[in-house]
């Protein structure tokens, strides 16, 4: 045994252990039954053992019988048995979303009688909050709770339950005020469900399941101590549980998705579907590394407000899109149900249909996390990490805004000196902010040349701040070569060619604008094509130049991040500003969601980046940088669409700035890999390996 609150490290190793040590004799918890009725039991019994062996206690206060910790002590568990193989959570999935309420607002009877026994899976709980005319409005429910005999009468009639056919109690809102008082008349309370006056229908799913079901109450009587918080204080227990549905449930699903996903890749036809599948990893990455904040969020006793919705947008994508893939890989089989296989993809296919809908729709989401973008009038930011690290981007930005050119705001910074070499944190703050400014400001900037560059300038001998790479090694008649981040000062070019080769070329005739998309990344420079120049072939630690090329290609997802922030804050300023039909045209839902979606996108990819930066320092980031790209380059371009779509004509004129960053986001998508080619990349590697990266663990990198 470890003791109570291990760190997650120690906690992580120790469980690993646990569970090689009881690999055979587990065994038979890894065989699902296709029939559902038939998982429960099983379910029941490995969350009795991990309790029994000591596991399902870390993650909950000790006062209460746990073992100390929170959420993310949970998020361990979790992960290492998805990893190792064990079936999904389902009706488990209810413990990271109902105990912490029980644990905040519970009375000490109830937490005395229910917490240790939920841990252990004897008391299995059912979520009861929907009814037939409060879905979306919650705050409009009818099920009325009535003061009598020192506890309350409940009558009423609740909805698309969750495993109530399975569960022995259930947590539910009921009112207690008035219909005008709306949310405010509301209460939380606990049932058993076995309670008289209680009867449970089971609503047969379009997947063939019976976990959804209708709930009756008929004069059934609760305790007074069985309501959770105050008499009228139910919506504060319900938003305290949607959050951590919209929160913690999001790293659950995306440790079940990443174990899927390696099922899926070992199908026959997996090879040629490489395009959709290395855009799942990139997605269910994504949503780990976003949702891993949020849960540190909750790990610091914060409310994770609108930033939960954020997550549980991205659970709704990343499932819906991994079962689109599923069915590609998988047709025409999964549509067809030939074979047991097939069908139990079938049924998880059907059951994602529903992802959009359940916890609160996607659409509700949209709406909460635009109402906070147009208040503010920008894209809310993730706050830095510390205070250093808020200096260092500060003065980053502002010598960007202040210098007359990018090189001029390097060369003031001492840039070239740490900027480059990311390693400790001082230099991860610069590094992040320096490239996510130059998204911002569009100018051309030898900084991400010089990432590639480094290793190949020391073994040349000449400055890393002196040469440029060329791109893909395009080379027209005349000799001219494209190449990024071009300017006076630049005297040295790189060409690679098809094979790896790499050779130094003095720079010839200066730089002339490009005819790519955005001439201010990429220019000509000429290059003697009948080889009378000195081109120095160049040997470089293969090792090295592969990290160098994930950097670069994390700089670059770096950038196109600026670019959509700047395109994102001018949207919500332009459609908080510009008035249609008498207002402005902000108060349109069409608009609002086009805001949030871009929002969506940015959360994931501003937490992609940073730890995929982090990992790097520690010397093992180099998929999480690969996938950055790729879900940078997919996403960014989704965001310069919408807005387009926000700014209306005038975003589409020379004057208007929309064309500078969606020409610079489309190049750098072009760049050093593009995301179509990226996931193919990374799901070809995939299907050799048959392991998804999972790119970060629950604890931070020491380094
Ligand atoms: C598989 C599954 C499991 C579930 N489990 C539970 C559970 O355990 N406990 C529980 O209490 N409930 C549960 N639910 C119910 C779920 O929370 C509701 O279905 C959901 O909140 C939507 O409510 P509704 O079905 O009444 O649809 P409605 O609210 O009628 O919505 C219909 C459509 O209108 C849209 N819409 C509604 N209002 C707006 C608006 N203001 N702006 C834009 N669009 C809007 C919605 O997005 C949706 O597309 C579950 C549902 C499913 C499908």
């Not at 989401?365 to 503010?376: D, E």
């Not at 070239?416 to 703050?429: K, M």
């Not at 592969?546 to 001018?570: K, N, Q, W």
């Not at 989704?638 to 489309?666: K, M, V, W």
Request: net charge negative; hydrophobic share 40%; proline share 3%.
């Amino acid at each position: 045994m470890i003791g109570k609150n291990p760190s997650l490290e120690t906690l992580g190793e120790a469980f690993q252990i646990y569970l090689d040590e009881h690999r055979d004799e587990h065994a038979r918890f890894k065989r699902m039954p296709a029939d559902f009725g038939e998982r429960v039991p099983i379910l029941c019994e490995l969350q009795r053992t991990l309790f029994d062996d000591g596991w399902s206690r870390y993650g909950w206060s000790e006062e209460n019988g746990g073992f100390g910790g929170t959420v993310l002590h949970r998020a361990v568990i979790c992960d290492l048995l998805e990893r190792n193989g064990y079936p999904p959570r389902q009706n488990f999935e209810h413990l990271d979303i109902l105990p912490p309420a029980l644990e905040k607002f519970g009375r000490p009877k109830v937490i005395s009688d229910l917490f240790l026994p939920t841990l252990r899976g004897d008391v299995l709980w059912c979520q009861g909050f929907s009814e037939p005319t409060a879905g979306s409005d919650l705050a409009a429910l009818r099920t009325r709770a009535v003061r009598q005999d020192g506890g309350y009468r409940i009558d009423g009639h609740k909805i698309w339950t969750s495993w109530a056919k399975w569960s022995t109690h259930c947590l539910f809102l009921a009112r207690t005020g008035s219909v005008e008082e709306r949310h405010r008349g509301l209460s939380a309370f606990v049932i058993a469900i076995d309670s008289p006056g209680v009867e449970v229908n089971a609503i047969r799913q379009s997947n063939g399941t019976d976990e959804l079901a209708e709930v009756f109450f008929d004069g059934a009587m609760v305790d007074e101590e069985n309501r959770l918080g105050e008499e009228g204080e139910g919506w504060a227990v319900a938003m305290h549980i949607l959050a951590g549905e919209r929160g913690a449930y999001a790293w659950l699903r995306q440790a079940e998705l990443l174990q899927k996903l390696e099922l899926l890749c070992q199908a026959p036809r997996a090879a040629e579907n490489t395009g959709v599948l290395g855009e799942s990893l990139t997605r269910l990455l994504a949503l780990r590394c976003r949702s891993r904040e949020v849960m540190e969020i909750l790990a610091r006793g914060e409310q994770p407000g609108p930033e939960s919705s954020v997550s549980k947008v991205l659970v709704i994508d990343a499932e819906q899109q991994f079962y689109d893939a599923a069915r590609q890989v998988l047709a025409p089989d999964l549509d067809l149900g030939f074979g047991e296989n097939a069908q139990s993809w079938q049924a998880s296919y059907l059951y994602s249909r529903a992802a959009s809908i359940y916890g609160g729709s996607r659409e509700i989401q949209l709406n909460v996390i635009a109402k906070l973008m147009v208040s503010q009038g920008k894209s809310p930011r993730t706050e830095a990490r510390d205070e250093d690290s808020a200096t260092v981007r500060e003065s980053v930005f502002d010598a960007l805004q202040k210098s007359a050119n990018t090189r001029e705001a390097l060369e003031g910074l001492d840039w070239w000196s740490y900027g480059v070499e990311p390693d400790d944190a001082f230099g991860r703050a610069a590094f992040a902010a320096w490239f996510e400014g130059q998204g911002a400001v569009p100018t051309i900037s030898p900084a991400l040349s010089a990432v590639r560059g480094t290793s190949w300038a020391k073994f040349a001998g000449v400055e890393a701040n002196q040469l440029a790479v060329a791109v893909d090694a395009r080379r027209d008649r005349d000799g001219r070569v494209l190449a990024v981040g071009v300017d006076e000062k630049t005297r040295w070019v790189v060409v690679e060619d098809e094979k790896g080769q790499r050779t130094l070329h003095p720079t010839g005739g200066g730089a002339a604008d490009s005819d790519a998309l955005d001439s201010q990344l990429l220019r000509w420079v000429s290059i003697a094509s009948d080889g009378s120049t000195a081109a120095i072939p160049l040997e470089v630690d293969a090792r090295e130049d592969r990290r160098r090329l994930a950097l670069t290609r994390l700089a670059c997802a770096y950038e196109i991040l600026g670019a959509s922030l700047a395109l994102v804050d001018r949207a919500v300023a332009h459609t908080n500003e510009r008035e249609q039909f008498g207002q402005p045209i902000a108060r349109f839902q069409a608009i609002q969601h086009l805001l949030s979606e871009s929002q969506i996108d940015i959360a994931a990819l501003s937490a992609l980046c940073d730890a995929s930066l982090e990992e790097w320092s520690s010397g093992d980031g180099e998929a999480l940088s690969t996938t950055s790209k790729a879900f940078a380059g997919r996403v960014g371009r989704n965001i310069a669409q919408r807005a387009l779509q926000c700014f209306g004509a005038i975003g589409f004129t020379d004057e208007h700035p929309h064309h500078l960053y969606s020409r610079r986001i489309h190049t750098l998508d072009a760049i050093f890999g593009t995301h179509y080619a990226l996931h193919d990349e990374l799901a070809n590697e995939l299907i050799r390996t048959g392991k998804a990266p999972r790119g970060i663990e629950v604890w931070r990198s020491a380094s």
